[in-house]
Each structure stands twice: as C-alpha cells, then as structure tokens.
C-alpha cells in the first residue's frame, strides 16, 4: 500500500510544479487589495457583457437595505425555505451557513417589525457571498468574465442554484458566474457526438443548459417524449448541467438506467484558455471522462447532452411506507429494528431495480419508492419489509401502491407530498452534513449494519435522525461494469446505499457551537469510516470536513488520473473550488497558493513519508 500513497503524493506535488510559483504564496486579489479592478474597469467589462454585472448580496440583505421595494424582507421572511426563490438570487446560497463567514460575517435575520430605518447596514456583512457577479446569457460572457478573472487574478466561482453542500457556488471576495438564467432545453432526435465515426446511430436525446434546473427537464420530456424518461435528481431547482453532473449524478431511476454521468452523451464546456469545447467519447476524452465524476475545477460547463431512456412498457409503480410511534416516539432499539427489516428487504428491491429515499426520525420512518414494476409485483416484493414492520412494538403503518404513468407524474407527487408548501425540498438550512457509501457485501449481515446505523444516529443525536438513498444497483453497476469509463468512484458504484446525516444550529448560534456540530457529526460518521475503510463518500453530499478526501470521493487510482487532466487542461490552477482535484496547493480558503498547504491538508503525503521511511 506504501506505494500507492507515495504515487499520489508525487502527484499532488507533480501537479502542483505545473503551477507557477508554488514555492511562495501567490493570493487570489481580495477587494481590499491594490490589485482589485477599480469602477472604471468594472464598467468597462460590464458594457462588454451586456450591462449584466449583478452585486451579489446575503439573503437578508434586503432587510436592511433601504432602496428594497416595500415587502421585499417580508416576501423573504414568507419565502425563506423556498429553494426557487434561494435560487433566483445570485447571493442566496440554499443553505445559509456558506453565505457566513463566522461571527464577524454574518447578515442575520432582523426581528419581526423592524424596518431599514431601523437598522444599520453595517450589520449586513457580506461574509462568503461573491463580491461581484455576472448574470451570464451567453456563452460569450463565460469567455469574457474567465479573460476578465485571469487578467486580475480574481477567484472565479459558479452559482447556477446553490445546492451544493460544500458551499462551493460561493467564495468571500470572488468574483461569480451566475448561471441560473442561462436555461433551456432542446430535443434532439437522432443525436450523434461530434466526432464519432460515420454510421453511428443516432438516440434521442435532450441538451440542457447550464442553468436549467431538473423540473424543467422532467417537464420537457413529459410534454415532448410520452415513454421517455431521463436519470436526475430529486430536487427540482438542482441544475441538470452543472455540479450534480460533476459529482456523478444520482436519481431513483439510477437503479434501473445509471448514473446522471452514465447517461450524458456530450458536453460543451469553456476551458480556461478561453476555447469552447465539443467533449465527449471522441472529442477531448480525458476531459470528458474527467468531468463525469471528477468533480469541480476542470471547465465551466455550457451544456449537456443525456441520452432518454424508454420507460417500462406498462409505466411505473411507486410505493410509499410511513411509519409513527403509537406513543413517544421511537427509541434506538425500535430504529434498530426499523434498520434491520429494511436491510433485509433491500436485496430484493436491488434485484427489482427500486431506487427511492427513505428517513428515520424517533418521529417518523418516511419511505418513497418508483419501480420498473405492475401493481401485483410492487405488492409482492415489499410484503416481507410491511410485514416485518407490523411485528414490531410500538409501530403504527400506512403503507401504499400506486400505478404511475411517468417519472415526472411520480416526481410531482412525491414533492407535492414531502414538501406540499412550495413543490420542492426545502432549504434555507444551517446545519453540516456526512456521509458514508455503504458497500452491497454489507448487506450479508442486516444485524450488524442497522447497529451501525443506529449507533451514528444516537451519537450524532438520535432526534436528527437520518436520510437514505437507494439509488445504485444493478443500474449503476451494469453501466460501466470496468469502472473505467467515467471518473465515479468505484466506492459509489458498487455501494448498496448512500446514507447522510445532518447536524445543525440555531440562527444565533455562535462559531463555537457551530464547530460543536462538526466535532460531534464527524465523529459519529468514523463508526461507519472505521467500519467500511475501503468505502468513501459521495461527492456532491459529504461533510465539509470529509477526512482523506482525494480517496474518499474517487479512490487513489482515479485520482491520480484526474491530476494529470487538471494539469493539462488548467496548468496553472486558475480553477479553485474546495476538495476539488488539484486544490490542496491553495489552502483551505481557496485564496493563497503554496506549498505548505499540500502539508497542511494532504494527510497521503505525510502517510506515505511516514509509512516509506519509519514503517
């Protein structure tokens, strides 16, 4: 093992020699720095974008602001967990922690009753929210502003929604891409990747901009492709062409037709020398494998092209199970045993090709379902997970079946359901997430995995409960049986579940018990890290503080791949985002380049120093 670590080490610090003066910092411009463009400048670039420079502000900025039309902090006081709305504002990150930047960057949320002449604005930080943004409708201003960012050494950040967990859609005193109205979708018939040799078929296919959220794929292909159906996400503002695609791209359908990056055909991408790129199995494939799991840092994307797959002849069938307590609620034992009944189903749910979520409170075990499968087969196949659930004490159950014609007939019905105030999940959070990929050998002893999960739950306190997804299986792995053909990790694709844990804090709450958090959720997740060493996380949805990540998001053999690609296509690093490939030179704040940080923050190079000279 010493020699891999060592192969990785040497990569890093291969890669980092590509980037000019790694020896000595080299900082991103700040806006209190000399360097920082001055309003001439800034003018002269936004007539070139079309007068589309935004101001980025924190969500309660219009609280305090005293040219915000009359209701605009109420509207946001109305609208505070609507992810549409979150998403509308290039300031509004979906979770609210990654627009602070601890006690002293913090806008917070004036009391009820209080106008701008009320407040001082000064108490309105902008914390980590971008200093200055573009509202891109053209591929032209994404050429523009990486020319404009390289010219003045500004750090470049992409918001297209602001799902991501890592809070890598912002940056304090970065200079933003605001991709949200960039959107569309277009139907392609018989598309065939430029490139690809004559004679190859075409499939049908739609191109989604980068800012096109899934609602407004799933609706297209509902309205235009009646027995189609793509592989997206859950929530419906998650952008289709962006960090859900980098990430690998998870969905209930995965079960059955792949990963988001499994499905994708073709990407038009801008790379930091301003080209736009055609990429695919044919054109630029190194890079076009890298940015289908390979996370952030690699290109700003303009579009993406996925294959339709055809839904099963007689449609779907979704099921749902809910679960409550006849009183209290349930204790570590009941959700032990919840774990266990369900953890026994799943083998046959896999074989089934069922994707869906499922989440465990002591108030509540909330299930949904969507399967390739009629009304009779659906019954069958979950009757041993609701009789199991009848035996247990203290249990009440409602459980249901219901035929449905499409993916976006279940979707629309499920988000009506969990989230019937707004049609999508809400947001708004302050809180930290973890993850673990629990690997499909685990299932071989449901006893000890639904402990296991029922031990982190209780150390990173039991009301949090827990979030489940079902979306691997066969779907996944027979989509790239080698492993070779995207930048996934093979720890997502061969995992039965992906399981996630929330813990969060209060709007008054200060760093110091905001960093209780973080203590306390990492180390309940090192029961299932210490349990399942040779697993990992899931890229887009792992904890901020995701030890050893390079092998944790895409194993060290991928990683070292990625880092060739980074140097080839970005030498010099210009494209910074947290845990992205390449990122250890710049530190932890993504701001100052040097090669201390590659110490500070790359555990495989001192292991491997470690294990080559002392084991």
Not at 131 to 151: L, P, T, Y
Request: overall charge neutral; hydrophobic content about 40%; aromatic content about 12%.
């Amino acid at each position: 093992m010493v020699h891999i670590k060592v192969a990785l080490a040497i990569g890093i610090l291969s890669a980092g020699a590509a980037n000019a003066s790694i020896f000595g910092p080299k900082c991103k411009c700040t806006a209190t720095d000399a360097c920082w463009p001055n309003q001439q400048k800034w003018n002269q670039f936004s007539q070139s974008v079309g007068g589309r420079l935004v101001s980025p502000k924190p969500s309660a900025w219009v609280c305090y602001d005293p040219d915000a039309s009359a209701g605009a902090c109420q509207e946001y006081r109305d609208r505070y967990f609507d992810s549409r709305y979150r998403a509308s504002n290039p300031g509004m990150m979906q979770n609210w922690f990654y627009e602070e930047s601890g006690d002293n960057g913090r806008c917070p949320l004036p009391p009820v009753g209080t106008t701008p002449a009320d407040l001082n604005i000064a108490d309105c930080k902008q914390g980590r929210v971008a200093a200055v943004g573009v509202d891109v409708r053209e591929v032209g201003d994404i050429q523009k502003s990486i020319a404009f960012a390289k010219q003045h050494n500004l750090q470049l950040v992409i918001k297209s929604s602001g799902h991501d967990f890592y809070g890598r859609s912002t940056a304090p005193d970065a200079f933003q891409l605001w991709m949200k109205n960039f959107a569309g979708v277009a139907s392609k018939p018989s598309f065939v990747p430029e490139g690809a040799p004559s004679g190859t078929p075409g499939v049908l296919a739609v191109t989604v901009n980068a800012g096109t959220g899934w609602e407004d794929v799933y609706t297209h292909v509902e309205n235009n492709h009646a027995g189609w159906s793509v592989v997206g996400g859950q929530s419906s503002t998650v952008c289709a062409a962006g960090g859900f695609t980098l990430g690998g791209g998870h969905g209930a359908l995965s079960p059955q037709y792949g990963l988001g990056a499994d499905n994708v055909l073709e990407m038009t991408v801008v790379t930091v020398d301003g080209q736009v790129r055609k990429i695919n199995k044919y054109r630029n494939p190194d890079l076009f494998w890298a940015m289908r799991g390979g996370g952030g840092g690699f290109a700003v994307i303009v579009d993406v092209t996925y294959k339709l797959n055809a839904a099963p002849a007689n449609g779907y069938t979704a099921q749902v199970l809910m679960l409550t307590p006849k009183s209290g609620g349930f204790n570590a034992t009941i959700m032990e045993e919840i774990n266990r009944v369900f953890i026994e189903g799943t083998p046959a749910l896999e074989t089934n090709r069922w994707g869906g979520y499922f989440s465990l409170t002591p108030g509540m075990l909330w299930a949904t379902f969507i399967g390739p499968s009629n009304y009779s087969t659906t019954v069958s196949t979950f009757k041993p997970i609701v009789d199991g659930f009848n035996l247990i004490a203290n249990v009440n159950q409602q459980s249901w079946a219901i035929p449905q014609p499409s993916w976006q007939k279940w979707h629309q019905y499920i988000q009506g359901m969990a989230f019937p105030a707004t049609g999508t999940d809400y947001t708004g959070s302050r809180s930290y997430i973890a993850s673990r990929l629990i690997p499909a050998a685990a299932l071989s002893d449901p006893s000890k995995l639904a402990k296991e999960f029922t031990d982190v739950t209780v150390a990173n306190g039991i009301t949090n409960g827990y979030v489940g997804h079902l979306v691997t299986g066969l779907g996944v792995r027979e989509s790239d049986p080698t492993g070779s053909d995207t930048a996934v990790s093979p720890a997502l694709r061969n995992a039965a579940y992906h399981m996630l844990w929330y813990n969060g804090w209060g709007a008054s709450a200060n760093d110091t018990r905001i960093a209780q958090s973080a203590t306390v959720l990492n180390s309940a997740l090192d029961i299932l890290r210490d349990a399942y060493p040779d697993s990992g996380a899931y890229y887009n949805e792992a904890s901020f503080f995701e030890p050893k990540w390079q092998s944790s998001f895409w194993g060290v053999e991928n990683y070292l791949k990625l880092l060739k690609i980074k140097a080839k296509y970005d030498p010099k690093g210009f494209f910074v985002c947290k845990s992205c490939v390449g990122s250890e030179i710049w530190g932890r704040d993504g701001k100052c380049k040097s090669i201390l940080n590659l110490l500070d923050d790359t555990p495989f190079i001192k292991d491997a120093l470690r294990e080559l000279f002392f084991a």
